[in-house]
T-cell receptor, first 117, second 113 residues
C-alpha cells in the first residue's frame, strides 16, 4: 500500500506557542488530504479537508484560526496549531486519498502526539 | 446524516476462535466502505475498501463483506498478532463530501494464546 508520513511523531511545547505538523504522501500524489484528531480510547474525529491549491474546508466546531492548514503541493499538507493550550493536547493524524479510475483508498500517517504544558 | 455503528465494542477471543465484527451504516449514497486496523499509539492501517452490496474481499485471516445496510469483518482462526482496534468508515457519494470518511467507534479485539 501507499505510504504517508508525518513529522514530528511527538512534540511537547509550552502553552502559547505554535506547532507545525507535516503530512507527506511519499509514493503518490494526493490532491486531497484530511486531518483528524483522536482522543484516548475514542475514534477519529475529522477536523478538516485539505485540498491542494485551495483553502481547507473545516468541520463544524473546528476553529479555523487555531488550526491553520496549508496544502502547498500534491505531496505535502501542514497543520499548524496556533497559540496552543493544554486542551489542544491530542493525537493528530492525517490521511491522503489515493485514487485511480476504478478504486479509491485512503492511507493514514503514523500520527503526531502533541502535549501542551 | 451519515451514521456508522460498530458492534461489539470489545471482543476477547482465544487463539483459533473465529468471529465476526459488525458495522451497520446509513449514508445518502455509498461511495465506499473502509476497514482499518489500529494499534495503540499508531495511525490506522488500511485493510479494505468495499464499493457495492455483495462484494467480498480477503486478506490473510480477514474477510470483509458488504450488504446495503451493513458490513462484516470475519476473522478466521485469529492469532495474538490480530489483536487491535478495527475501525469501519463510510464515504458518501455526495460531491460536496470531498471524500471524507465517517468513522464508527471501533471494535477492540484481544486474541489470547
Amino acid at each position: 500500500g501507499a505510504v504517508v508520513s508525518q513529522h514530528p511523531s511527538r512534540v511537547i511545547c509550552k502553552s502559547g506557542t505554535s506547532v507545525k505538523i507535516e503530512c507527506r504522501s511519499l509514493d503518490f500524489q494526493a490532491t486531497t488530504m484530511f486531518w483528524y484528531r483522536q482522543f484516548p480510547k475514542k475514534s477519529l474525529m475529522l477536523m478538516a479537508t485539505s485540498n491542494e491549491g485551495s483553502k481547507a474546508t473545516y468541520e463544524q466546531g473546528v476553529e479555523k484560526d487555531k488550526f491553520l492548514i496549508n496544502h502547498a503541493s500534491l505531496t505535502l499538507s501542514t497543520l499548524t496549531v496556533t497559540s496552543a493550550h493544554p486542551e489542544d493536547s491530542s493525537f493528530y493524524i492525517c490521511s491522503a486519498e489515493y485514487m485511480s479510475n476504478s478504486y479509491n483508498e485512503q492511507f493514514f500517517g503514523p500520527g503526531t502526539r502533541l502535549t501542551v504544558l | 446524516e451519515d451514521q456508522v455503528t460498530q458492534s461489539p465494542e470489545a471482543l476477547r477471543l482465544q487463539e483459533g476462535e473465529s468471529s465476526s465484527l459488525n458495522c451497520s451504516y446509513t449514508v445518502s449514497g455509498l461511495r465506499g466502505l473502509f476497514w482499518y486496523r489500529q494499534d495503540p499509539g499508531k495511525g490506522p492501517e488500511f485493510l479494505f475498501t468495499l464499493y457495492s452490496a455483495g462484494e467480498e474481499k480477503e486478506k490473510e485471516r480477514l474477510k470483509a463483506t458488504l450488504t446495503k445496510k451493513e458490513s462484516f469483518l470475519h476473522i478466521t482462526a485469529p492469532k495474538p498478532e490480530d489483536s487491535a482496534t478495527y475501525l469501519c468508515a463510510v464515504q458518501a457519494a455526495a460531491t460536496d463530501s470531498w471524500g471524507k470518511l465517517q468513522f464508527g467507534a471501533g471494535t477492540q479485539v484481544v486474541v489470547t494464546p
